[in-house]
Protein backbone atom coordinates (compact mmCIF):
# COMPACT_ATOMS: atom_id res chain seq x y z
CA UNK A 1 0.00 0.00 0.00
CA UNK A 2 1.38 3.46 -1.02
CA UNK A 3 1.82 6.25 1.21
CA UNK A 4 -0.69 8.76 2.24
CA UNK A 5 -1.76 11.42 -0.35
CA UNK A 6 -1.41 14.05 2.88
CA UNK A 7 1.90 12.49 3.90
CA UNK A 8 3.26 12.76 0.17
CA UNK A 9 2.23 16.38 0.35
CA UNK A 10 4.05 17.27 3.52
CA UNK A 11 6.78 15.52 2.77
CA UNK A 12 7.09 17.89 -0.44
CA UNK A 13 6.10 21.10 1.08
CA UNK A 14 7.59 21.47 4.26
CA UNK A 15 11.81 21.48 2.98
CA UNK A 16 10.09 23.86 0.64
CA UNK A 17 8.55 26.04 3.09
CA UNK A 18 11.45 25.64 5.64
CA UNK A 19 14.20 26.47 2.74
CA UNK A 20 12.15 29.60 2.27
CA UNK A 21 10.85 30.88 5.55
CA UNK A 22 13.94 30.31 7.92
CA UNK A 23 16.18 32.46 5.11
CA UNK A 24 13.13 35.24 4.97
CA UNK A 25 12.93 35.47 8.32
CA UNK A 26 16.20 35.49 9.27
CA UNK A 27 16.77 38.38 6.55
CA UNK A 28 13.54 39.65 8.49
CA UNK A 29 15.23 40.02 11.74
CA UNK A 30 18.35 41.30 10.52
CA UNK A 31 16.79 44.43 8.63
CA UNK A 32 14.59 45.62 11.70
CA UNK A 33 17.37 45.14 13.68
CA UNK A 34 19.39 47.31 11.56
CA UNK A 35 16.06 49.89 11.72
CA UNK A 36 16.13 51.97 8.54
CA UNK A 37 13.07 50.70 6.70
CA UNK A 38 11.10 53.79 7.66
CA UNK A 39 9.32 52.34 11.05
CA UNK A 40 9.17 53.62 14.47
CA UNK A 41 11.65 52.10 17.19
CA UNK A 42 7.99 50.58 18.38
CA UNK A 43 7.05 49.00 15.52
CA UNK A 44 10.34 47.51 14.73
CA UNK A 45 10.35 46.27 17.87
CA UNK A 46 7.11 44.35 17.34
CA UNK A 47 8.08 42.93 14.02
CA UNK A 48 11.05 42.25 15.01
CA UNK A 49 9.67 40.21 18.04
CA UNK A 50 6.86 38.76 15.52
CA UNK A 51 10.11 37.74 13.37
CA UNK A 52 11.43 35.52 16.17
CA UNK A 53 9.01 33.70 17.27
CA UNK A 54 7.80 33.10 13.60
CA UNK A 55 11.58 31.34 13.01
CA UNK A 56 11.30 29.40 16.49
CA UNK A 57 8.10 27.83 14.79
CA UNK A 58 9.79 26.84 11.71
CA UNK A 59 13.02 25.51 13.79
CA UNK A 60 11.15 23.85 16.31
CA UNK A 61 7.36 22.97 14.11
CA UNK A 62 8.98 22.13 11.11
CA UNK A 63 12.81 21.67 10.71
CA UNK A 64 12.88 19.54 13.89
CA UNK A 65 9.24 18.21 13.69
CA UNK A 66 8.05 18.00 10.56
CA UNK A 67 11.39 17.11 8.19
CA UNK A 68 12.76 14.96 11.60
CA UNK A 69 10.01 12.52 11.10
CA UNK A 70 9.67 12.16 7.45
CA UNK A 71 13.67 12.00 6.34
CA UNK A 72 15.08 11.08 9.69
CA UNK A 73 12.92 9.11 12.13
CA UNK A 74 15.04 7.32 14.27
CA UNK A 75 17.69 10.07 14.91
CA UNK A 76 18.09 11.19 19.13
CA UNK A 77 15.61 13.96 18.02
CA UNK A 78 12.42 11.17 18.28
CA UNK A 79 14.18 10.02 21.94
CA UNK A 80 11.02 10.59 24.10
CA UNK A 81 11.83 13.32 26.16
CA UNK A 82 13.57 15.28 23.52
CA UNK A 83 10.65 14.84 21.36
CA UNK A 84 8.02 16.44 23.93
CA UNK A 85 10.47 19.29 24.65
CA UNK A 86 10.53 19.99 21.51
CA UNK A 87 6.37 19.74 20.87
CA UNK A 88 6.73 22.42 24.11
CA UNK A 89 8.59 24.95 23.12
CA UNK A 90 6.60 24.59 19.68
CA UNK A 91 3.51 25.20 21.32
CA UNK A 92 5.41 28.44 23.30
CA UNK A 93 6.88 30.10 20.36
CA UNK A 94 3.27 29.51 18.68
CA UNK A 95 1.09 31.18 21.51
CA UNK A 96 4.42 33.89 21.44
CA UNK A 97 3.73 34.69 17.69
CA UNK A 98 -0.25 34.90 17.84
CA UNK A 99 -0.19 37.33 20.54
CA UNK A 100 2.63 38.95 19.62
CA UNK A 101 -0.02 39.94 16.24
CA UNK A 102 -2.62 40.31 18.93
CA UNK A 103 0.13 43.28 20.60
CA UNK A 104 0.89 44.46 17.45
CA UNK A 105 -2.64 45.11 16.49
CA UNK A 106 -3.48 46.81 20.16
CA UNK A 107 -0.54 48.68 19.72
CA UNK A 108 -1.36 50.38 16.46
CA UNK A 109 -5.17 50.69 17.60
CA UNK A 110 -4.00 52.70 20.41
CA UNK A 111 -1.78 54.82 18.28
CA UNK A 112 -4.75 56.07 15.94
CA UNK A 113 -7.64 55.89 17.75
CA UNK A 114 -6.23 57.37 21.52
CA UNK A 115 -3.15 59.51 20.31
CA UNK A 116 -3.22 61.02 24.22
CA UNK A 117 -2.66 57.71 25.61
CA UNK A 118 -0.25 56.57 22.52
CA UNK A 119 2.25 58.80 24.11
CA UNK A 120 3.18 57.04 27.00
CA UNK A 121 2.07 53.74 25.90
CA UNK A 122 3.21 53.36 22.24
CA UNK A 123 6.86 53.30 22.83
CA UNK A 124 10.33 51.15 22.74
CA UNK A 125 10.71 50.63 26.13
CA UNK A 126 6.73 49.47 26.38
CA UNK A 127 6.83 47.27 23.30
CA UNK A 128 10.34 45.37 24.87
CA UNK A 129 7.78 45.08 27.66
CA UNK A 130 4.73 43.32 26.67
CA UNK A 131 6.97 41.15 24.42
CA UNK A 132 8.78 39.63 27.41
CA UNK A 133 5.84 38.88 29.45
CA UNK A 134 4.50 37.53 26.36
CA UNK A 135 7.23 35.45 25.62
CA UNK A 136 6.99 34.32 29.72
CA UNK A 137 3.33 33.75 29.69
CA UNK A 138 3.53 31.65 27.01
CA UNK A 139 6.33 29.65 28.54
CA UNK A 140 4.07 29.10 31.27
CA UNK A 141 1.26 28.47 29.78
CA UNK A 142 2.59 25.68 27.75
CA UNK A 143 4.98 23.92 30.35
CA UNK A 144 2.26 20.89 31.34
CA UNK A 145 2.49 20.11 27.60
CA UNK A 146 5.53 17.63 28.68
CA UNK A 147 3.23 16.13 30.59
CA UNK A 148 0.22 15.07 28.45
CA UNK A 149 2.74 12.91 26.65
CA UNK A 150 3.96 9.62 26.52
CA UNK A 151 6.63 7.05 24.17
CA UNK A 152 4.88 6.11 21.15
CA UNK A 153 6.97 2.87 21.44
CA UNK A 154 9.78 1.48 23.13
CA UNK A 155 12.51 -0.09 21.10
CA UNK A 156 15.46 -2.14 23.10
CA UNK A 157 14.05 -0.34 26.31
CA UNK A 158 14.58 3.06 24.71
CA UNK A 159 11.21 5.11 24.56
CA UNK A 160 11.24 6.52 21.00
CA UNK A 161 9.01 9.46 19.50
CA UNK A 162 5.59 10.82 21.39
CA UNK A 163 1.87 11.01 21.23
CA UNK A 164 -1.34 12.14 23.25
CA UNK A 165 -1.89 9.98 26.47
CA UNK A 166 -5.53 8.36 26.01
CA UNK A 167 -5.94 10.06 29.33
CA UNK A 168 -5.59 13.76 28.43
CA UNK A 169 -9.46 13.44 26.44
CA UNK A 170 -11.34 11.48 29.87
CA UNK A 171 -9.38 13.13 33.27
CA UNK A 172 -11.36 16.62 33.68
CA UNK A 173 -8.14 18.52 34.30
CA UNK A 174 -6.57 17.95 30.52
CA UNK A 175 -9.80 18.60 29.25
CA UNK A 176 -9.69 22.00 31.37
CA UNK A 177 -6.30 22.57 29.74
CA UNK A 178 -7.47 21.74 26.35
CA UNK A 179 -9.96 24.02 27.07
CA UNK A 180 -8.16 27.00 28.39
CA UNK A 181 -5.32 26.36 24.97
CA UNK A 182 -7.89 26.77 22.44
CA UNK A 183 -9.30 29.61 23.94
CA UNK A 184 -6.63 31.08 24.58
CA UNK A 185 -4.90 30.36 21.03
CA UNK A 186 -6.80 31.14 18.36
CA UNK A 187 -10.43 32.14 19.52
CA UNK A 188 -9.34 34.98 22.15
CA UNK A 189 -6.84 36.36 19.60
CA UNK A 190 -9.20 36.25 16.42
CA UNK A 191 -12.15 38.44 18.78
CA UNK A 192 -9.65 41.04 19.80
CA UNK A 193 -7.49 41.23 16.30
CA UNK A 194 -11.62 41.73 15.00
CA UNK A 195 -12.31 44.12 17.61
CA UNK A 196 -9.00 46.26 17.81
CA UNK A 197 -9.31 46.42 13.82
CA UNK A 198 -12.78 47.43 13.63
CA UNK A 199 -12.11 49.98 15.77
CA UNK A 200 -9.44 51.27 13.81
CA UNK A 201 -10.77 51.06 10.41
CA UNK A 202 -13.96 53.13 11.99
CA UNK A 203 -11.38 55.92 13.10
CA UNK A 204 -9.36 56.25 10.34
CA UNK A 205 -12.48 56.53 8.33
CA UNK A 206 -13.77 59.06 9.95
CA UNK A 207 -10.87 60.93 10.87
CA UNK A 208 -10.03 60.88 7.11
CA UNK A 209 -13.77 62.26 6.30
CA UNK A 210 -12.95 65.13 8.52
CA UNK A 211 -9.57 66.23 7.25
CA UNK A 212 -11.04 66.36 3.72
CA UNK A 213 -13.93 68.59 4.72
CA UNK A 214 -10.98 70.80 6.58
CA UNK A 215 -8.90 71.21 3.90
CA UNK A 216 -11.80 71.23 1.27
CA UNK A 217 -10.81 68.58 -1.56
CA UNK A 218 -12.42 66.08 -2.90
CA UNK A 219 -11.90 62.13 -2.92
CA UNK A 220 -9.38 62.14 -5.87
CA UNK A 221 -7.41 64.44 -4.30
CA UNK A 222 -6.61 62.82 -0.93
CA UNK A 223 -3.48 60.70 -2.36
CA UNK A 224 -1.81 64.00 -2.26
CA UNK A 225 -2.51 64.21 1.37
CA UNK A 226 0.50 62.67 3.59
CA UNK A 227 -2.04 62.64 6.71
CA UNK A 228 -4.03 60.35 4.95
CA UNK A 229 -1.17 58.56 2.89
CA UNK A 230 -0.17 57.55 6.02
CA UNK A 231 -2.68 55.95 7.37
CA UNK A 232 -3.62 54.34 4.14
CA UNK A 233 0.05 52.26 4.41
CA UNK A 234 -0.79 51.89 8.58
CA UNK A 235 -4.21 50.11 7.73
CA UNK A 236 -2.89 48.15 4.39
CA UNK A 237 -0.09 46.72 6.74
CA UNK A 238 -2.02 45.96 9.90
CA UNK A 239 -5.08 44.75 8.10
CA UNK A 240 -2.82 42.63 5.48
CA UNK A 241 -0.46 41.17 8.82
CA UNK A 242 -4.38 40.28 10.61
CA UNK A 243 -6.04 38.75 7.82
CA UNK A 244 -3.72 36.47 6.46
CA UNK A 245 -3.39 35.38 9.94
CA UNK A 246 -7.21 34.43 10.39
CA UNK A 247 -7.46 32.78 6.96
CA UNK A 248 -4.62 30.59 7.47
CA UNK A 249 -5.73 29.93 11.43
CA UNK A 250 -9.22 29.11 10.21
CA UNK A 251 -8.81 25.28 9.85
CA UNK A 252 -7.20 24.77 12.71
CA UNK A 253 -9.92 26.39 14.67
CA UNK A 254 -12.54 24.62 12.77
CA UNK A 255 -10.81 21.38 13.84
CA UNK A 256 -10.45 22.51 17.72
CA UNK A 257 -13.69 23.21 17.69
CA UNK A 258 -14.32 19.51 16.25
CA UNK A 259 -12.06 17.50 18.53
CA UNK A 260 -14.51 19.50 21.77
CA UNK A 261 -17.48 18.55 20.25
CA UNK A 262 -17.20 15.37 18.34
CA UNK A 263 -15.09 12.05 18.93
CA UNK A 264 -12.27 13.55 16.74
CA UNK A 265 -8.75 13.10 18.34
CA UNK A 266 -5.69 14.89 17.74
CA UNK A 267 -3.09 12.76 15.95
CA UNK A 268 -5.20 10.05 15.44
CA UNK A 269 -3.17 7.16 13.49
CA UNK A 270 -4.51 6.73 10.70
CA UNK A 271 -3.76 9.79 7.54
CA UNK A 272 -6.79 8.46 5.65
CA UNK A 273 -9.10 9.71 8.16
CA UNK A 274 -11.13 13.32 7.14
CA UNK A 275 -10.13 14.50 10.86
CA UNK A 276 -6.54 13.95 10.54
CA UNK A 277 -6.40 15.23 7.00
CA UNK A 278 -7.86 18.30 8.39
CA UNK A 279 -5.79 18.48 11.05
CA UNK A 280 -2.99 18.08 9.05
CA UNK A 281 -3.81 20.64 6.37
CA UNK A 282 -4.52 22.91 9.33
CA UNK A 283 -1.14 22.60 10.90
CA UNK A 284 0.79 23.49 6.99
CA UNK A 285 -1.56 26.37 6.84
CA UNK A 286 -0.21 27.56 10.37
CA UNK A 287 3.09 26.99 9.80
CA UNK A 288 2.18 29.26 6.65
CA UNK A 289 1.66 31.82 8.38
CA UNK A 290 5.11 31.90 10.34
CA UNK A 291 6.61 33.34 7.17
CA UNK A 292 4.38 35.29 5.33
CA UNK A 293 5.42 38.45 7.78
CA UNK A 294 8.44 38.95 5.07
CA UNK A 295 6.40 38.98 2.02
CA UNK A 296 3.84 41.39 3.42
CA UNK A 297 6.27 43.87 4.90
CA UNK A 298 8.49 43.43 1.11
CA UNK A 299 4.79 44.31 -0.77
CA UNK A 300 4.02 47.03 1.71
CA UNK A 301 6.91 48.81 3.09
CA UNK A 302 8.90 50.32 -0.07
CA UNK A 303 11.84 51.02 2.29
CA UNK A 304 12.12 47.70 4.12
CA UNK A 305 11.75 46.48 0.20
CA UNK A 306 14.85 48.51 -0.64
CA UNK A 307 16.95 47.20 2.75
CA UNK A 308 16.02 43.63 1.81
CA UNK A 309 17.54 44.08 -1.44
CA UNK A 310 20.83 45.73 0.10
CA UNK A 311 21.24 42.98 2.40
CA UNK A 312 20.19 40.19 -0.34
CA UNK A 313 22.37 41.96 -3.08
CA UNK A 314 25.92 42.53 -0.61
CA UNK A 315 26.79 38.75 -0.62
CA UNK A 316 26.03 38.29 -4.09
CA UNK A 317 28.16 41.28 -5.23
CA UNK A 318 30.86 39.59 -3.01
CA UNK A 319 30.49 36.07 -4.50
CA UNK A 320 30.50 37.75 -7.95
CA UNK A 321 33.43 39.66 -7.25
CA UNK A 322 35.54 36.72 -5.64
CA UNK A 323 34.39 34.58 -8.67
CA UNK A 324 35.52 37.39 -11.01
CA UNK A 325 39.23 37.84 -8.80
CA UNK A 326 39.99 33.61 -8.61
CA UNK A 327 39.00 33.24 -12.87
Known sequence: MGMPVIVEVENIYYPILAVIGVPANLMTIV???RGNCGLSKCISRYLLGMAVADLLVLIFGVVLYEIKDSYFPFSF?????????NIALLFMSIDWSVWLTVAFTFDRFVAICHQTFSK????????AIVITVVCSLSIGENAPINFILEPR???N????????KPSFYTLTVWI???????ILTPCVPFLLILLFNAQTIRHIVQANRVRRGLRGKNNSEDHNDPEVENRRKSIILLLTISASFMLLWAVMLVFFIFVNFTDAQISEPSYNAPFTIMEQTGYMLRNLSSCRNTFIYAVSQSKFREQLKNLISS?????????????
Open 31 to 33: VLF
Open 77 to 85: LNYTPICSL
Open 120 to 127: KYCTERTA
Open 153 to 155: AII
Open 157 to 164: DVPWSCYV
Open 176 to 182: AFLWLEI
Open 315 to 327: PVSLIINLFKYFK
